[in-house]
């Protein structure tokens, strides 16, 4: 009977363990979306949704390197849980989105890149990108939640415009939806270059 009531424990919280944490259905929306040149973002660039799973803050000198498909991370601890393509410079995530976020709680933020247009594409150096993150949902857009994950099972929108500039609405214009950032390569990558710049220096010295 032990061994029974046992083995029935065993199996109970190895499913506890293995069993997938309920998604929670997020609908995002976010407009109007610009370039660093202030124009607005052609069809089909790519937004990126990432979660702050480390509590750490969002690790933006990590972009250069990464591949930006679902499931892939931005540094060490920033997930990638969703991936819109821009319309008419909004993106519109209307399929509410069935998200398997690592946890309820982390803070999410929107990465967008007005050159890439691809899902599974690489981010080099020197690419454009915008990046927006706010705790303050933004009711007059429609939004109920800021930008934080969600309960499992919870049914949201996270949604900001920035021509909502009234108190509370957690946005300015422009210059928080503007691509005002540019890549640079990782650290291991100047490192590298610094290196055989060295090496390149010591052989010519030698040749000397």
Same mark, same amino acid.
């Given at each position: 009977?032990?061994?029974?009531?046992?083995?029935?424990?065993?199996?109970? @919280?190895?499913?506890?363990?293995?069993?997938?944490?309920?998604?929670?259905?997020?609908?995002? !929306?976010?407009?109007? +979306? !610009?370039?660093? $040149? %202030?124009?607005?973002?052609?069809?089909?660039?790519?937004? *990126?949704?990432?979660?702050?799973?480390?509590?750490?803050?969002?690790?933006?000198?990590?972009?250069?390197? $990464?591949?930006?498909?679902?499931?892939?991370?931005?540094?060490?601890?920033?997930?990638?849980?969703?991936?819109?393509?821009?319309?008419?410079?909004?993106?519109?995530?209307?399929?509410?989105?069935?998200?398997?976020?690592? /946890?309820?709680?982390? %803070?999410?933020?929107? !990465?967008? #890149?007005?050159?890439?247009?691809?899902? &599974?594409?690489? *981010?080099?150096?020197?690419?454009?990108? &915008?990046?927006?993150?706010?705790?303050?949902?933004?009711?007059?857009?429609?939004?109920? /939640?800021? +930008?934080?994950?969600?309960?499992?099972?919870?049914?949201?929108?996270?949604?900001?415009?920035?021509?909502?500039?009234?108190?509370?609405?957690?946005?300015?214009?422009?210059?928080?939806?503007?691509?005002? #950032?540019?890549?640079?390569?990782?650290?291991? $990558? #100047?490192?590298?270059? @610094?290196?055989?710049?060295? +090496?390149?220096?010591? +052989?010519?010295?030698?040749?000397?």
């Amino acid at each position: 009977m032990k061994k029974n009531t046992l083995l029935v424990l065993t199996i109970a @919280t190895l499913f506890a363990i293995t069993a997938p944490l309920k998604a929670a259905t997020v609908t995002f !929306y976010f407009a109007n +979306m !610009y370039d660093s $040149s %202030n124009n607005l973002l052609v069809d089909n660039a790519l937004g *990126v949704i990432v979660e702050d799973t480390a509590g750490d803050g969002f690790q933006s000198s990590s972009l250069a390197g $990464s591949t930006l498909s679902i499931g892939n991370f931005v540094g060490a601890n920033d997930k990638i849980v969703d991936i819109i393509h821009a319309s008419a410079g909004a993106f519109d995530d209307e399929s509410n989105t069935s998200i398997p976020f690592v /946890s309820p709680g982390h %803070n999410l933020n929107l !990465y967008w #890149f007005p050159t890439i247009l691809t899902i &599974g594409s690489t *981010v080099g150096s020197s690419v454009s990108y &915008g990046s927006f993150t706010s705790a303050v949902a933004n009711i007059n857009s429609g939004g109920t /939640s800021g +930008m934080v994950s969600p309960n499992p099972g919870d049914t949201s929108t996270i949604a900001y415009v920035d021509t909502d500039v009234a108190a509370g609405t957690g946005i300015s214009p422009k210059t928080s939806l503007k691509a005002s #950032f540019t890549t640079v390569p990782e650290p291991s $990558s #100047f490192a590298l270059l @610094t290196g055989g710049l060295l +090496m390149a220096g010591s +052989m010519i010295r030698r040749r000397k």
